[in-house]
């Protein structure tokens, strides 16, 4: 059953390839908008870099969270998928990993933007890769179950960042400071801890939000 | 299952303040096809939703095939149809996609997808993306998605809405071919007379109540 949920949302996603890009400009834009605010300090950029780029991801997020929802609630197919009967909880991951994939495919898409427009450039990529992975990971699960809640309301443009921002912070500062002691340098191998700390919020996110999913779906 | 296939007991629904629904019963015997009757606004497509589980009753009980609507709600649906007024499509994907995607969640082979767009007279269009359709395309693949499903009871909301007349002729077909097989339909239509050529049963609903419930010839239109 998942892979059938999985399947049909990367073909939905497929489809809906062009807006990935607008997303990815809509993101580096953001990039090209903190580095003015900064100026022309070389230092002050680099060390902000990170979390630069992981408020560029999370604010690109919010879009395509709400995206994934557009088409399952435009003909009402969610429910369609739910009475053939589907298993919630499948139809949930299915679209958890599929957004997850779409972020982490965001995420290392920014970096080059961040390298180019801060000089922040590591050679610790598989580690680099990893955070991001992680991080999506954080943000996908959340995102996911609140991007359904929403999906029904007239304001989710708003209210999706309202109830995300708060409940992903941990994850969000985990992300933060483990991509900035992998780009700055990391002498106290402090980046193993941030890991493991978001790591550990990606495991509660992912479970308590698959169990969960059911029942905001449902009547 | 029970000879009875559906079993409404006093069910009620509301949305806010206005029960949409109210103190509703009747039994449906198994293999039989039921219209559904009644003007716009009467509670014909919240019963259906009711019965699919799509929506829970704020009162009474309704089982479909012994199984009740609230409790035994993944049972329901296993042996459940319905075609609603949305139409449960993806608008990007194609025709032959929608029902792979409905083929891949209930587990069965995707070799039947082209033998029913066939049968709904999808299949030259099998490629085209659902969005480039039209109200009376999108009705038909939503039957070939109930067909997909070979369901025990099918639930038919406005069968005939949005069909050309070749549509309105596959809508007969198809319900014939479906009580052929043993299946109880319910069907909500304001098409009297022709749903009247099959039906066994009536029920007029009118503001959330069943006003009239007879053997179909006794209803007058």
Redesign the interface.
């Known amino acids: ?1 998942l ?3 999985l ?2 949302e990367l ?2 996603q497929w ?2 390839r062009g807006q990935m890009m607008a997303v990815f400009v809509f993101g580096a834009t953001a990039l090209l908008l903190f580095s003015f605010a900064i100026g022309p300090n070389a230092e002050m950029l680099r060390t902000f870099s990170s979390g630069f780029l992981w408020l560029g991801l999370l604010l690109s997020s919010t879009l395509t969270l709400a995206e994934s929802f557009h ?1 399952e609630m ?4 969610l ?8 298993d919630p909880r499948a139809l949930y991951y299915g679209k958890a990993i599929a957004n997850w994939l779409q972020l982490t495919l965001l995420g290392c898409a920014l970096v080059p933007v961040m390298v180019i427009l801060y000089d922040a450039g590591t050679l610790q990529l598989l580690k680099l890769l990893a955070i991001i992975m992680l991080g999506a990971a954080g943000l996908s699960a959340p995102g996911t179950l609140y991007a359904a809640m929403t999906s029904q309301v007239k304001a989710k443009q708003m209210l999706l960042p309202l109830l995300l921002f708060p409940l992903i912070v941990p994850a969000l500062l985990a992300s933060v400071k483990a991509t900035s002691l992998v780009i700055l340098g990391d002498p106290m191998d402090q980046s193993k801890a941030w890991i493991t700390l978001l790591a550990a919020f990606d495991l509660i996110y992912w479970s308590l939000c698959g169990l969960l999913f059911g029942r905001v779906v449902e ?1 | 299952m029970d000879e009875v296939a559906i079993d409404v007991e006093r069910v009620a629904r509301r949305y806010g303040r206005r029960w949409a629904l109210a103190d509703v019963s009747f039994q449906v015997p198994r293999a039989s096809v039921v219209m559904v009757a009644g003007r716009n606004g009467a509670g014909k497509s919240t019963l259906f939703r009711v019965l ?5 009753p704020d009162r009474g009980t309704a089982r479909v095939g012994g199984f009740d609507v609230v409790r035994d ?2 049972d329901v ?2 042996m ?3 075609l ?1 007024h ?8 194609s025709a032959r ?1 929608n029902l792979n ?2 083929a ?4 069965i082979s995707r070799g039947g997808v082209m033998g029913v767009l066939e049968q709904v007279g999808l299949a030259v269009r099998a490629d085209d ?1 659902v969005a480039t359709f039209s109200a009376g395309m999108r009705k038909r693949l939503s039957f070939g ?1 109930i067909l997909l ?1 070979e369901p025990k009871v099918v639930l038919l909301d406005e069968p005939y809405g949005a069909l050309d007349p070749p549509g309105f002729d596959l809508v007969d077909e198809v319900i014939r071919e479906l009580k052929r097989r043993g299946t109880t339909i319910m069907m909500a239509t304001h098409q009297l007379e022709r749903s009247r050529t099959y039906s066994d049963m009536e029920i007029v609903l009118e503001e959330g109540r069943v006003v009239r419930q007879s053997a179909a010839e006794e209803v007058p239109c």
Not at chain 2, 52 to 56: G, K, Q, V
Not at chain 2, 86 to 93: H, R, W
Not at chain 2, 104 to 107: F, K, V
Request: net charge positive; charged share 30%.
């Open positions: 059953m892979a059938a949920a399947r049909k073909l939905l489809r809906s088409g435009e003909n009402r197919a429910e369609g998928l739910l009475l053939l009967p589907s009547d | 699919a589980t799509a929506i829970r709600r993944q649906r296993r459940t149809a319905i609603s949305a139409n449960y499509l993806y608008d990007t994907l996609e995607v409905v891949d969640h209930l587990r993306v998605r499903q």
